[in-house]
């Protein structure tokens, strides 16, 4: 696995892309930070990473598109499928090395509170718990742009897809408000969603058995559930996908909240996307 970072670490600062990564966001922070912070002098550096919370929708896709897509493209992939590594060892590899230039600019950001210090008093426990959930934002999107790569051989679609994914995330609270709530549509959207579980399986595992064995037992504990309660669902939908507001989460960070649950979220949604892309370079080794 290390081998596989350091190459990876390497090939970014070989080329533009880490330089270029830092440096505009390194830029966009200080254009808030002088905004929000000096200019305006509010000593709250919490609002800076609030309001720079955007820009993982521009830079995570060009961070992480060539990742899996380029070896697709390329071919070297079958060099890899080949190595005494296990897939989820060049996975980790990778995921940890456009990781570590991220946390390089993190790292020099790390510093801007300090700075702030000089000049008055702030509550370093606040800015350095927002920075914590900042951290983890980014290396939740960046496990999701990593996954994407993985589904297509084409950087620019990999680019096009995450961009699409991550702002979606971005917008969940604004979206969610439009959602019908009633109990009708509510379980109507479940039984497509679990039918899209079950492609979804059997695309990946060739299973019929497994696929099918999920369809019928999700769809009838479903159909049983809303005959018995309807009231269940009512709005459901509007909490379940209230839960993927990867963003609400930050929140209890700029608030000086420290959550416990909200780490542990972050933390599992980059487990789901590394195992999700593991399984998908297997399935395509395979084939």
């Not at 190459?7 to 070989?14: A, D, G, M, N, V």
């Not at 496990?143 to 994407?148: A, D, E, H, Q, Y």
């Not at 709530?181 to 959207?189: A, E, G, K």
């Not at 059997?202 to 299973?207: F, G, I």
Request: net charge positive; charged share 10%; proline share 2%.
């Amino acid at each position: 696995m290390l081998a596989i970072f350091k190459k990876e670490l390497k090939s970014y600062f070989t080329s533009m892309t880490g330089y270029v990564f830092v440096a505009f966001f390194l830029v966009i922070v200080g254009i808030y930070y002088a905004v929000y912070n000096l200019m305006n002098m509010v000593a709250n550096f919490e609002y800076v990473l609030s309001g720079i919370s955007f820009i993982f929708v521009l830079l995570v896709p060009i961070l992480t598109m060539r990742l899996m897509a380029e070896d697709k493209k390329q071919k070297t992939d079958q060099l890899l499928f080949t190595s005494p590594l296990s897939i989820s060892k060049i996975i980790s590899g990778k995921y940890f090395a456009v990781l570590s230039v991220f946390l390089i600019a993190m790292v020099i950001v790390c510093l801007y509170p300090l700075i702030l210090l000089q000049f008055g008093s702030l509550s370093l426990k606040v800015a350095y718990g927002s920075i914590l959930g900042f951290t983890l934002l980014g290396a939740a999107y960046i496990s999701i742009g990593l996954f994407v790569s993985s589904l297509t051989e084409s950087q620019l679609v990999a680019a096009v897809v995450s961009f699409v994914v991550i702002l979606v995330t971005v917008l969940m609270d604004s979206l969610v408000s439009f959602l019908p709530t009633d109990n009708r549509t509510c379980y109507l959207v479940f039984l497509v969603a679990i039918l899209l579980i079950c492609w979804l399986l059997y695309s990946m595992m060739h299973n019929y058995v497994v696929a099918l064995t999920i369809g019928v037992i999700g769809e009838a504990a479903l159909a049983v559930t809303y005959f018995i309660k309807p009231a269940l669902f009512d709005g459901l939908l509007t909490k379940v996908l209230g839960w993927f507001s990867v963003m609400s989460r930050f929140d209890n960070f700029t608030t000086g909240i420290l959550d416990l649950s909200s780490v542990v979220y972050y933390l599992s949604v980059v487990f789901i996307f590394l195992f999700l892309t593991v399984q998908v370079i297997k399935k395509h080794r395979w084939n």
